[in-house]
């Protein structure tokens, strides 16, 4: 199938001619149903404009209820409305067209430019708003129309320019009536200044006469120019140009003072001349007209006389929320009633429309003030029935009924032959009907409210805001069979599975056929009743759904037969959707298996936390029960928590210990232990090994017996693959080879280097590295080599043994755990941050005796800056080692950083020994008072303390200043990560929205919908990164055959 | 190409643009099973397909070195 493309969307207006023709039937009736309780006819609840009732058929399309979509019927006004929506439009539609001809107020040169420019817009598919916006602006400030006026010829010509504006104005329009012309035609002069004119007499370049030309109409007016020419001389500069009938020499004379024009009749104008800004600005011009030549000069733009003998426009005033009133000559007001607003409206000519930003084929203005109101179907406005049997109908068509009672009681009155004002007052109230049927919610106007005082919903207010129908029912997605609540942990479930509260079991449905093999466990099922296992509904065979209640399901049990359906509870073992917002990857929605549980949380293996990203300090999950088999089976297939262990993003394991997993499996395999035979069970307990290897050799007890051990290594080794070869460096690992040492393997001190021979752990400590979430080796070795159900099963193990090794000694860290010895103490305020501060002194000295060298490429100051920064963190490094020293391996605290379960041993050097420099945009802080940060500070104090450096640890507690310094750079990181997280998901929500249809093919393009090709190979070298091997890059699909 | 200018094809960051011949198109084509159409487009415009003198309707072969896979093809069709 090709697919369809949706080239664009058109808004228009719905014409009164558009609105009769679509409309099925005419409303005249304000009632709704007659006392039989049925409809009446040509009311507002017509059958013809749809039917809303079971059983009854459509008289338009004689569809039943649900077949028929409804119809539109129409309302014919008794007179023009002013539609709410549009007002604001009408009013600078009215200030910007002539009140005569009805054209828009702009110059011809202007209407060009601007429609050119609209032109451009549209070419351009961008917006016309600001181009439509600057017309009407420009259109309003024209007082008088020079549309209207223009068909007449004046002989003018002994007009000179010693008469003052009013004597050509009446002389102007005297010659007017002589030939003919109406006398309500004024006349209108404007000259910029009363006798004096200026142009601009721009110098020309070159020998341009096609430049000089449009100079010589845009300056002077002059639009008869044929040929021009430049001659210069040393003396002058000098112009001819020749023309129809004259030939004209415009001189500038060599000083540079005088512009001479001269005409071939001999008449000569002289000009002084003020040189600005490489332009010469001439004064007091004068020009003395004749002839035709006269009334053309005075009408051109450039010219300081306009003649308009157009129109007069009279100032429109708009009186919320829908009067609009015109401002004649004497400062009178004279209401414009929807009548004379459409009347000048309909004026506008269809050429003009492009100017006010609208199409001629789908909008004319006039269809902004109702004539005729169209009825919306009662499929979309349906009457709900209450329990007493009493009809209740939707606020539209209470609005409804309004329009059409005003409406017949002022076609009554008009031809009754009512006066005036009483007319005018239904207008009114007419016009507030359909205001408000329109929108409920205008500034000025009092709300329609329904018998009980609340403000009707309207036609507006289905649309508006969070619960209308774009933010509430379009973009606003519900969906069922699903459920929300909080998280907790249970390392006790499989990592695939979710713990699900009974409570939320018994709500969650799947529907199960009926068929022979599970006919007797289903209508065990229902026989159950209201208690769990149990079934909320029953679908027979004749699609009749029935609830299953406390009193029918022993019937129902027994009737249940084949083809019928049950919606049963959630069982365990169903599959289920769970996910956690935001879901910013794939794995936040995997697919678990239902484990019903009792309490009211959703139960969730914590290694599955760094998919989802989530922890348990109150997050909340969804879960989504999939309800057709083939929803089932790919989720299964694709979704399953263990088919995504591998991340897609970087291609190790997401899944993975966490903490405590982390710490116990670090204790368990540090170092060789013997354990006996009560200690192994112990530790292996809950873990999935058949047969205990034989143990690695026996001790002597303390009775002389001979007792079998075995090693904690060989503990390990028996939740690995038996074929498993693997090593690799941990987490542990010092980096001695970067160092330039060697890398003494099996024989590391710190047992960095792992070694698995046949499934055997030979040496090396499992951490991070090995068995850790976004690391774990071992994990991804198995997942590749022994797939994904061995990988699920070794976590699994992994976690189960880990637990079982930190109970066997308890594991805890507490205030006391950041102690160190006094000596310690002393060693870090000593050798540490006193000889830091010392070295900061002597570098602030050599820098105020001008000794200090600068870096390459740093000024003085920077440098001084980087070296002082530089000492001072190595002040805190060497604090931590001190710290590290005397804490020992043994410490939790170095226990937990070093096997990578939690924090790092920053944290802990800044708990126990010192907190160090604190900075803002990487600087030391330096602002705050004039010269210095705090006020007891001396004023271009460079010192550690002045700028911030915290040399107290956590755990003895923050001096005043430090705790502000503190506060100081914490702020910092707080704002920065409130910004990076909005900047970057928008980034991320951008980024899905342009690639969210690419595909990768089977032939390893990437296409996009229409099956173009975006990529010739994904990500340019065809690889998966979930699918490739480590440190190694193997095609997605090498070859492209098939 | 105005005189004292460099080319702007010998710029590092211009990947290397060549016009393929119909017996290539067509193979090339034959491969993905694609319809010219279906390829990526370039505009005649570019500065680079000015300076390379492909014609509406070309298709050149764009071989730009690959952080992840060395070096990359890429194929484009010349469009107004």
Redesign the interface.
């Given at each position: 199938m090709r697919t369809k493309r949706i080239q664009g969307l058109k808004f228009g207006l719905l014409s009164p001619k558009e609105i009769r023709k679509m409309s099925a039937a005419k409303v005249i009736t304000a009632d709704t149903y007659g006392e039989d309780g049925f409809p009446i006819e040509l009311g507002l609840v017509n059958q013809r404009l749809g039917v809303i009732d079971p059983g009854l058929r459509c008289k338009t399309c004689g569809g039943r209820m649900g077949e028929c979509p409804g119809h539109f019927g129409h309302i014919e006004l008794a007179a023009p409305v002013m539609h709410i929506g549009y007002v604001k439009l009408i009013y600078k539609m009215l200030s910007a067209t002539c009140r005569k001809c009805g054209k828009v107020l702009l110059e011809e040169e202007d209407r060009q430019h601007f429609l050119y420019e609209i032109g451009q817009q549209r070419e351009r598919q961008a917006g016309v708003g600001e181009v439509v916006k600057l017309i009407f602006k420009e259109a309003a400030k024209k007082d008088v129309c020079m549309h209207c006026g223009e068909s007449f010829s004046v002989n003018a010509e002994d007009l000179s320019e010693s008469l003052k504006n009013e004597e050509i104005s009446n002389e102007l329009k005297k010659r007017l009536e002589e030939q003919g012309y109406s006398l309500t035609k004024t006349v209108h002069i404007k000259r910029s200044l009363d006798d004096k004119c200026i142009f601009n007499w721009r110098e020309v370049p070159g020998n341009d006469s096609e430049l000089l030309r449009s100079y010589l109409i845009d300056d002077f007016g002059i639009a008869w120019v044929k040929n021009a020419e430049i001659s210069k001389t040393q003396k002058d500069k000098r112009l001819t140009f020749s023309a129809d009938k004259h030939v004209v020499e415009i001189t500038l004379s060599a000083k540079r003072d005088k512009i001479s024009i001269e005409f071939e009749d001999g008449r000569t104008y002289e000009q002084p001349v003020k040189k600005t800004a490489g332009k010469l600005n001439v004064h007091n011009y004068k020009w003395t007209i004749t002839d035709e030549e006269k009334i053309y000069i005075l009408r051109r733009k450039g010219l300081e006389l306009t003649v308009y003998c157009g129109e007069r426009k009279r100032q429109i005033k708009y009186d919320k929320p829908t009067t609009y009133k015109e401002i004649d000559e004497d400062g009178k007001e004279r209401r414009l009633m929807p009548t004379d607003v459409r009347e000048r409206l309909e004026r506008i000519p269809d050429e003009d429309l492009a100017l006010l930003g609208m199409d001629a084929k789908s909008a004319r203005p006039e269809w902004m003030v109702l004539t005729v109101l169209p009825v919306p179907p009662v499929t979309a406005r349906p009457s709900i029935t209450l329990e007493s049997g009493q009809r209740s109908e939707d606020d539209i068509t209470h609005k409804l009924v309004d329009i059409i009672r005003i409406n017949q009681r002022f076609m009554e009155n008009r031809d009754a032959g009512a006066p005036q004002l009483i007319i005018e007052d239904l207008w009114e109230l007419l016009q507030y009907h359909i205001s408000t049927y329109f929108d409920n919610d205008i500034a000025g106007v009092p709300p329609a409210r329904h018998r009980s005082g609340r403000p009707l919903k309207t036609m507006a207010q289905r649309l508006k805001g969070k619960e209308g129908r774009f933010r509430g029912s379009l973009s606003g997605k519900r969906v069922n069979f699903s459920a929300r609540t909080v998280i907790s942990p249970d390392p006790d479930i499989d990592i695939g599975e979710v713990g699900v509260p009974e409570e939320i079991a018994k709500e969650l449905t799947i529907t199960v056929n009926v068929i022979e093999r599970n006919l007797k466990l289903l209508s065990e099922t229902v026989g159950h009743g209201g208690k769990y296992p149990g079934a909320n509904y029953v679908r027979r065979a004749d699609g009749k759904k029935v609830k299953v209640t406390d009193t029918n399901y022993e019937t129902l049990s027994e009737e249940l037969s084949l083809g019928w359906k049950v919606e049963r509870h959630l069982v365990d073992g169903d599959i289920v959707l769970f996910n956690r917002q935001p879901s910013l990857h794939r794995l936040s929605i995997m697919a678990h298996y239902v484990r019903v549980m009792p309490g009211k949380t959703f139960r969730l293996n914590p290694s599955v936390c760094p998919p989802y990203n989530a922890d348990y300090d109150g997050d909340e999950m969804n879960l989504h029960v999939l309800q057709t088999e083939e929803a089932r089976a790919e989720a299964k297939i694709l979704m399953a928590v263990q088919r995504n262990i591998i991340s897609p993003r970087f291609g190790r394991p997401i899944i993975g210990g966490i903490h405590d997993y982390i710490t116990g499996i670090f204790l368990l395999t540090r170092g060789v232990k013997k354990l006996e035979k009560e200690a192994v069970l112990d530790i292996l307990d809950n873990v999935d090994i058949d047969v205990l290897d034989e143990p690695a050799g026996t001790s002597i007890s303390s009775t002389y017996e001979k007792v079998p051990y075995w090693t904690n290594k060989q503990i390990f080794s028996m939740i690995l693959p038996k074929d498993l070869n693997l090593n690799f460096r941990g987490k542990v690992c010092e980096k001695c080879i970067e160092k330039g040492l060697t890398c003494e393997k099996e024989q590391c001190p710190h047992e960095a280097y792992v070694l698995i021979k046949n499934g055997k752990l030979i040496s090396g400590v499992i951490d991070e590295a090995a068995v850790g979430s976004f690391k774990g080796l071992i994990i991804d070795r198995i997942f590749r080599h022994y797939g994904e159900v061995a990988s699920k099963e070794f976590i699994k193990n992994t976690s189960r043994l880990a637990i079982n090794a930190i109970l066997r000694t308890g594991f805890s860290f507490g205030i006391s755990d950041e102690d160190i010895p006094t000596e310690g103490k002393d060693q870090i305020r000593e050798d540490a941050v006193h000889e830091a501060e010392k070295k900061v002194d002597a570098l602030i000295m050599a820098y105020e005796a001008e000794e200090l060298e600068a870096l390459p490429g740093r000024t003085l100051e920077e440098s001084l800056e980087l070296l002082i920064m530089q000492s001072l963190g190595s002040a805190r490094d060497e604090a931590g080692d001190i710290a590290e020293r005397h804490l020992g391996i043994e410490n939790p605290g170095v226990l937990m950083a070093k096997s990578g379960a939690r924090g790092s041993l920053l944290n802990l050097t800044q708990m126990t020994a010192c907190v160090g420099q604190q900075s803002v945009r990487g600087e030391r802080i330096s602002r705050g008072y004039q010269k210095r940060t705090l006020p007891h500070f001396k004023p271009d104090d460079r010192s550690a303390d002045a700028r911030g450096f915290v040399r107290a640890s956590f755990k003895d507690g923050l001096s005043p200043a430090e705790y502000f310094f503190h506060a100081v750079g914490g702020r910092e990181a707080l704002v920065d990560t409130a910004v990076r997280t909005s900047q970057s998901g928008y980034f991320q929500r951008r980024l899905i929205n342009a690639l969210q249809d690419l595909e990768v093919k089977y032939?390893g393009?990437v296409?996009e919908t229409?099956?173009?090709?975006?990529?010739?190979?994904y990500?340019?070298?065809?690889?998966d990164p979930s699918k490739k091997r480590r440190r190694e890059?193997c095609g997605y699909r090498q070859d492209?055959k098939g | 190409m105005k005189k004292g200018n460099v080319s702007i094809l010998e710029h590092e960051s211009v990947p290397i643009h060549e016009i393929i011949t119909t017996e290539e198109l067509n193979a090339l084509l034959n491969k993905y099973k694609i319809r010219r159409e279906q390829l990526p487009k370039i505009k005649s415009t570019d500065p680079v397909i000015k300076e390379i003198n492909a014609e509406l309707g070309d298709v050149v072969e764009i071989r730009r070195s690959s952080r992840t896979a060395g070096t990359a093809l890429s194929y484009r069709l010349v469009i107004k």
């Open positions: 032939d393009t296409r229409r099956d173009t090709v975006v990529q010739f190979k990500g340019e070298d065809g690889v890059s492209n | -």
